[in-house]
Each structure stands twice: as structure tokens, then as C-alpha cells.
């Protein structure tokens, strides 16, 4: 890349003048003060200051070195803002230079930050017999998308699908249909879940009169755990059925886990792990028996509340089956790191659920099994509508299928191809749910999430095919390249310029992106990119300009390029056209 050139010319001048600080080069706020700027001067003067005045009067030398070793005259202007800052004009040549040099590689390459390294992504994690609403939407898209920077960064990712299929939420499943249900019709239906949650709504209405219901609920939960043949075969069933919606969601989303066939690994798998996970935390003293009788893991010096891991009738938890989880990723060679050790492990859960992964990740310190760092709750906000928070319970949700059905409806707005509808409306989604941090509360608004001029998906989308139209048009023309100036002679516009600055940033975005865990980073940038693009086609010829034809055309072509391949690691699909 020719920013490394860049940076090889600096490292250059400080060396000789004994200068050990790290170069970072910034994009200065105001672009009157040049292309880059450093503050290198200023951080190593505490070390210098016997031999210079002021940072100033070290910066100044260090212009004076660097202009030295440019000799590829790929800097343009050198000053001194400040206390010392050094602002960088670059000329034209190297972002000509720059531009050959990516265009060349085609797509780009990213930083290999995960080298040697695995990564487990748990995302989506809809419970069995429960709709699928928009609240499981945010976890499946952030959580895809994470899987995907991570695996462009270098690592080994596996993508599991942690399913709510166990708990004490089956006894009272398994209690309305037997009371209330019908295997036949269940079966039957389109949309079995809705027939579940349908009885699960029924089970609780009648048990705000006849709480013998609660009780005979927790029994058949306890038959479960013991695997009884009746108790088990409905709750098969449940799994069954659920899987013909999730199925279906997950395709249309184009999302995909690794995990246990596809499926991902519910919590019944971890089940058999449970007791001998207990009698072990209570042998290493960490878990003890409560007051009431349960059993609890207790922090040291109190510094978290207690985590409870079995009620006193013996019923496990979340953190009984999350903690068993952990220990079988950890034990499972698969999983671990080129050196052994153990995997980056990522949550993405809600964030009302922070504190319970602050108990959870402590407990799995104290235990020896991960460090700081290793275990990592990726939260995201909740979606708000005029219809208020949703409760499977009470029966007020909003079926996912539901809103990718209007989102296909309105995107047929722009478009009479029901292929082309769908992938707009899934973009729209994805894009509204990415393009701001995980951990804020989205306000679900139509206009926004599916307007063509501001910062939504179906823009991204246009942007991306308005720029393959324009290759397009050019080939279908047959045309020669024009007879271009050589490149030296070529002068840049602010716009052009602009761009090219932009497609050396796109790796460093991408890296960042993916070791904060924050799919919005990439999001800011490539909506950066295509408004800068639409500026340059609106303001630009591109074909009829011969002079600067093959210039602009690949210019054209890289902004393509990136924003494909940016998108795609959003888990968003580009059209060629709209």
C-alpha cells in the first residue's frame, strides 16, 4: 500500500534523528490543513528536549529529514500547525500510485489479526415453541456480521446457534398441549409456532385462576430432566415444529451457523454435563448451598451477588447450562487455538443481560477456564415500537416473518421484481440494525429504514449499482481505452483525491471493525464512500471525458469493489441492478 511508503519515509527521518515513538498518521478535521497529519513530534520531545527548543522547533527537523528521503516526490507540502503538529499534502502521483496498486489487487486484503487464533460467535439463539421476533433479528444480524469480520481478519470462526430448548418454560409447553392442544392440528399448520405460542398464552391465562397449573407445569419439567418417554416426545415435537420457521428465516436472511449440523447446540445438549458440573464447582468451594436451599456460586469479598446454578428442588438455570457451555468449548480441541489455548468466546445477547454475563465470565476466572478478553458480551439495544415492549406471555409480539413480509411490500415501491423487492427489504433491515451501535435502542421507523437518499439500505444498494451501471455502459460501448495522458501529467480533483484516500483506509476499517466488534465502524465508512462516489458522478463525466476515461473507470470500479465486498461483510447482498 502506498500509505506503508508513506510511513517507511517518516520512520526514515526519525531514525535519524534517534526517534523510537510509534508513527500514527490522522485524517485532520479540516481538510485546509492537508491530507494527513502526525503528532510525532510533540510525543517524542520529552525525550529530546536537551537537543530542541520546543516540539515545533523538532518538527521542523523532522520536515527537513523527510524531505530528504521522499525521493518519489509523493509528498507535496510540509508544515507545522500549532503546538506542533506536521500536516502532509500529498501529490497527485501518489494517489495515482495508490490507485494502480489497489486496482491491481482487486479486492483487498486485511490485516491478519487472527492468525492462529479461533473464535466462537454465538448469536440468534431463538428459544424452542417461541416466536421469532424482531428482538431475535438484532442478535442474528450484529452476530453474523461479527462472524464475518472476524473470519476476514484471519480467524478461525465457528458460528453456533445457542437454542432456547430447555427449561422450565417446556413443562408448562408440554402442560398446554396436552390440556389445551392438538397434536394433529399443530402439525398441520403453516405456522406451527403461532399454534404453540397460541397454547403457551392459554396456559398462563388459566393459571392466573388455577395455580395447581404452575405446579403440574414444573412437574413435567422434572420429568424432562429425568427423560421421561412422554415428557420427551412432546418436547421433540416442539423442536420440530420450530425448526420449519427457523429454517425458512434463516434462509431468507442468508445466514447460516457452523455448529452441529447447522442447527447450532441448544441447551439439551449440555444437559448430561449438569450434575458433574455442579459436584464440581461445590469440591473447588465456589459454589455452596443457600440459605433456602439452593445453590449458589459467592464471589470474593462479595464483589458480585451470588449466582444461583440449582433451585432447591434441583432445577438448573441459564448459568447452570451456560457454564457448562463454556467448559465443553474449552475441553473440545477443536475449539482451541493453534497453541492450545483457549478460543475467543463472543455473546450476543441483549443488553439487559450484562449483568448476568459480568457474574457468568467472573465465575469462569475464578474457575481457571478463561482470561480477561477470552469471554466477551457483544450487546445490543431493543427495538422500539408505537406498540410498545413485547411479552410472548401476554401474546403482543411482532412476528419476524411478519415484518420481512412488509419490508418485501415496500420495497415493491422501487421495484415490480419480487426477487429484487426481498433483497432490497432484507438490506433495509440489516443496514437500519447495523449502521449505529449495537448497545442503543432503535426506534423502528419504515421511512428511515427504506429511504433511497439518506443513510439506509436501499441507498447503499442504489450506490453500489449505479457504479456497476456505469461499467456496464463501458463495456457494452466495445470501446478502447482513450488516450489518456501519462498518468504524471494527470492532475487530480479534490473529489477524485477524496476517494482514493477513502479505498486505503477500507483494510484498517475492516481491522478495527473487528477487534471492537462493531459492524457500525464499517457501516460509517462505506456510507462515506458512497456518498463521496455520488458526489463524484454527479459532478464528474465519467465516459465522455476521454482524457480522464480510464482514470475515472477505475475509479468507478474500486468504489464497486469495496462497497461489495464491504457490504458482504455486513451479511448484505449487492444488485446489479435496481
Known amino acids: 500500500m502506498q500509505k506503508q511508503t508513506l510511513l517507511d519515509i517518516l520512520a526514515q527521518a526519525a531514525a535519524d534523528l534517534e526517534i523510537d515513538q510509534p508513527i500514527k498518521l490522522e485524517k485532520p478535521s479540516n ?4 491530507d494527513l497529519s502526525t503528532n510525532l513530534a510533540m510525543l517524542a520531545y520529552a525525550k529530546l528536549s536537551e537537543s530542541f527548543h520546543s516540539p515545533k522547533d523538532l518538527a521542523q527537523s523532522l520536515i527537513d529529514k523527510i524531505k530528504i528521503h521522499d525521493q518519489q516526490k509523493i509528498i507535496k507540502e510540509l508544515n507545522i500547525a500549532g503546538p506542533g503538529f506536521i500536516n502532509l499534502t500529498l501529490a497527485d502521483k501518489y494517489f495515482l500510485q495508490s490507485l494502480e496498486n489497489l486496482t491491481r489487487e482487486k479486492t483487498a486484503t486485511f490485516t491478519d489479526l487472527g492468525q492462529g487464533k479461533s473464535a466462537i460467535v454465538e448469536y440468534s439463539s431463538p428459544n424452542i415453541a417461541k416466536p421469532f421476533t424482531v428482538g431475535h433479528l438484532r442478535s442474528t444480524i450484529i452476530g453474523d456480521s461479527i462472524a464475518n469480520l472476524l473470519e476476514a481478519s484471519g480467524y478461525k470462526v465457528f458460528r453456533d446457534n445457542h437454542l432456547g430448548d430447555w427449561g422450565t418454560q417446556f413443562g408448562k409447553q408440554i402442560v398446554a398441549i396436552k390440556k389445551y392442544g392438538d397434536e394433529e392440528q399443530i402439525a398441520k399448520s403453516s405456522n406451527p409456532v403461532k399454534e404453540l405460542v397460541a ?8 393459571a392466573e385462576s388455577d395455580l395447581s397449573l404452575e405446579d403440574e407445569a414444573r412437574l413435567w419439567f422434572q420429568k424432562l430432566e429425568q427423560g421421561d418417554e412422554e415428557a420427551l416426545r412432546l418436547w421433540q415435537k416442539c423442536i420440530d415444529w420450530s425448526f420449519k420457521e427457523f429454517e425458512q428465516i434463516y434462509q431468507q436472511l442468508g445466514v447460516s451457523f457452523t455448529e452441529n449440523n447447522g442447527r447450532g447446540y441448544g441447551e439439551s445438549f449440555f444437559e448430561p454435563m449438569l450434575a ?24 470474593p469479598n462479595d464483589e458480585l451477588s451470588p449466582l444461583m446454578i440449582a433451585k432447591k428442588d434441583g432445577s438448573t438455570l441459564y448459568a447452570t447450562r451456560d457454564l457448562a457451555t463454556d467448559k465443553w468449548r474449552l475441553e473440545n480441541t477443536r475449539y482451541q487455538n493453534a497453541d492450545g489455548s483457549a478460543p475467543l468466546v463472543i455473546n450476543e445477547v441483549g443488553a439487559e ?41 401476554k401474546g403482543n409480539v411482532i412476528w419476524l416473518q411478519e415484518v420481512l413480509a412488509k419490508a418485501k411490500e415496500k420495497a415493491l415501491a422501487f421495484t415490480k421484481d419480487e426477487a ?36 439506509s439500505g436501499p441507498y447503499m444498494l442504489y450506490t453500489y449499482a449505479r457504479a456497476t451501471s456505469v461499467l456496464r455502459k463501458n463495456e457494452e460501448a466495445g470501446e478502447a481505452s482513450a488516450a489518456n495522458k501519462q498518468a504524471a501529467e494527470l492532475e487530480l480533483e479534490p473529489l477524485e483525491k477524496q476517494l482514493i484516500a477513502l479505498f486505503e483506509d477500507f483494510p484498517e476499517v475492516v481491522a478495527r471493525a473487528s477487534s471492537e466488534f ?8 462505506l456510507f462515506e464512500l458512497a456518498q463521496s462516489f455520488n458526489s463524484f458522478y454527479n459532478k464528474h463525466q465519467i465516459l465522455k471525458d476521454l482524457e480522464k476515461k480510464e482514470l475515472r473507470l477505475r475509479i468507478v470500479e474500486q468504489s464497486a469493489t469495496i462497497l461489495n465486498q464491504g457490504l458482504a461483510l455486513l451479511g448484505i447482498k449487492t444488485l446489479a441492478q435496481m
Not at 276 to 299: H, S, V, W
Not at 434 to 455: A, C, P, T, V
Not at 518 to 525: F, S, W
Open 199 to 206: 397454547l403457551y398464552v392459554k396456559f398462563h391465562q388459566e
Open 420 to 455: 429484487v423487492a426481498e433483497a432490497v427489504g432484507i438490506a433495509a433491515l440489516k443496514w437500519n440494525d447495523l449502521k449505529r451501535k449495537s448497545d442503543l435502542n432503535i426506534n423502528f421507523d419504515w421511512e428511515e429504514i427504506l429511504n433511497l437518499q439518506g443513510n
Open 31 to 34: 481538510p485546509d490543513f492537508g
Open 353 to 393: 443481560q450484562a449483568f448476568y454475563f459480568k457474574q457468568l465470565y467472573r465465575a469462569e476466572e475464578l474457575l481457571g477456564w478463561y482470561s480477561k478478553g477470552q469471554r466477551v458480551h457483544v450487546k445490543h439495544g431493543l427495538y422500539r415500537f408505537k406498540e410498545g415492549k413485547m411479552s410472548t406471555r
Open 276 to 299: 458433574p458440573l455442579i459436584e464440581e464447582l461445590q469440591a473447588k468451594g465456589l459454589a455452596k448451598t443457600g440459605e433456602q436451599g439452593a445453590i449458589l456460586i459467592f464471589y
Open 518 to 525: 462493531a459492524p457500525h465502524q464499517l457501516c460509517n465508512y
